[in-house]
């Protein structure tokens, strides 16, 4: 009985090896594709003190903390306009909380949305509702906003909605004061009493 040739490629290579080789290539190939997309971890922050918003970046080996990249930071914008900003005070050591973050397919979405979403509902005739409501109470506007960021700094994001509430029905200030600082106060005995 005759002993088989060995198949080979037109170029004279076994064809075994040619086809480990191509597998090989086709799993960097792969490989690199996964950990390019797995790898990226990027989002959203925002500032409580300057109600600014920024977006970072960096790439870690997936799966684990390790980084592959620094942290690339875009500039800082604001979120809302002018009647809602100007009442904001000024405050030192500024912080910045996470709004959002993705990883490969994985999103997730942090407190700081909340505030975020509420300072740019729109009215039907498109207006964001805070600039406007700030714009026609500007004494409203200016005890209020200060205690939304009180809010903001202190990350109680959740008593924000009812801040607004209150602050969409008023009409006396030194009520809307009182009413949003026990609010505020509850909101903070509630996050004390769960840390």
Same mark, same amino acid.
């Given at each position: 009985?005759?002993?088989?040739?060995?198949?080979?490629?037109?170029?004279?290579?076994?064809?075994?090896?040619?086809?480990?080789?191509?597998?090989?290539?086709?799993?960097?190939?792969?490989?690199? @594709?996964?950990?390019?997309?797995?790898?990226?971890?990027?989002?959203?922050?925002?500032?409580?003190?300057?109600?600014?918003?920024?977006?970072?970046?960096?790439?870690?080996?997936?799966?684990?903390?390790?980084?592959?990249?620094?942290?690339?930071?875009?500039?800082?914008?604001?979120?809302?306009?002018?009647?809602?900003?100007?009442?904001?005070?000024?405050?030192?050591?500024?912080?910045?909380?996470?709004?959002?973050?993705?990883?490969?397919?994985?999103?997730?979405?942090?407190?700081?949305?909340?505030?975020?979403?509420?300072?740019?509902?729109?009215?039907?005739?498109?207006?964001? @509702?805070?600039?406007?409501?700030?714009?026609?109470?500007?004494?409203?506007?200016?005890?209020?906003?200060?205690?939304?960021?009180?809010?903001?700094?202190?990350?109680?994001?959740?008593?924000?909605?009812?801040?607004?509430?209150?602050?969409?029905?008023?009409?006396?200030?030194?009520?809307?004061?009182?009413?949003?600082?026990?609010?505020?106060?509850?909101?903070?005995?509630?996050?004390?009493?769960?840390?």
């Amino acid at each position: 009985m005759p002993i088989p040739k060995k198949l080979t490629s037109p170029s004279g290579k076994p064809l075994l090896r040619v086809g480990l080789m191509l597998a090989i290539a086709m799993g960097l190939v792969v490989g690199f @594709f996964y950990v390019a997309i797995q790898s990226t971890v990027k989002g959203t922050e925002f500032c409580p003190q300057t109600f600014q918003t920024r977006d970072f970046s960096y790439n870690r080996f997936p799966g684990t903390k390790l980084r592959l990249t620094s942290t690339r930071l875009s500039t800082p914008s604001a979120v809302i306009g002018t009647p809602v900003l100007q009442h904001l005070k000024t405050m030192g050591n500024t912080r910045w909380d996470v709004i959002d973050v993705s990883e490969g397919t994985m999103r997730d979405q942090r407190s700081p949305t909340i505030l975020i979403k509420m300072v740019q509902i729109t009215g039907p005739d498109g207006v964001k @509702f805070w600039e406007n409501w700030s714009t026609k109470n500007p004494s409203l506007a200016a005890a209020f906003w200060p205690i939304v960021q009180t809010a903001a700094v202190q990350a109680t994001y959740f008593c924000i909605p009812d801040l607004m509430r209150k602050a969409s029905d008023a009409t006396d200030v030194n009520d809307l004061i009182n009413s949003c600082e026990q609010i505020l106060s509850e909101a903070k005995s509630i996050l004390e009493s769960n840390s």
